[in-house]
């Protein structure tokens, strides 16, 4: 399974962005999609997650500004960021928690996408 982050930048303060990840592999049912992220000097952090009933769980530090989406035909998840702060600065990372061919439940990892926030 391999999963293709796009969508990370520049921005200042109060700007927005969009992020998507595309899954695509050997893929026998999504359960879930997300997005972490991790700072300079810090752990990876949990920022939104959305399930295949499309519930959503988002972090407290971005709740009223980030909206977690997907289009379950295209394998694809999308984070649409507003009001971006210098402390989202951070590497984004697309998670994806999907049933191998065993349908035993495996999470997988995009590469990272760099998001800077600063003016």
């Known amino acids: 399974v391999q999963l293709q982050a796009s969508g990370g930048g520049l921005v200042q303060p109060g700007g927005s962005l969009r992020l998507s990840c595309a899954a695509s592999?050997?893929?026998?049912?999504?359960?879930?999609m997300g997005w972490y992220r991790q700072a300079p000097g810090k752990q990876r952090e949990l920022v939104a997650t959305i399930t295949r009933g499309s519930s959503t769980n988002y972090a407290d530090s971005v709740k009223g500004r980030f909206t977690i989406s997907s289009d379950s035909a295209k394998k694809t998840v999308f984070l649409q960021m507003n009001s971006l702060k210098p402390e989202d600065t951070a590497v984004y990372y697309c998670?994806?928690?999907?049933?191998?061919?065993?349908?035993?439940?495996?999470?997988?990892w995009g590469q990272g996408t760099l998001v800077t926030v600063s003016s």
């Open positions: 998670n994806c928690n999907a049933n191998d061919f065993r349908h035993i439940p495996t999470s997988y």
């Open positions: 592999g050997s893929i026998f049912g999504i359960n879930s």
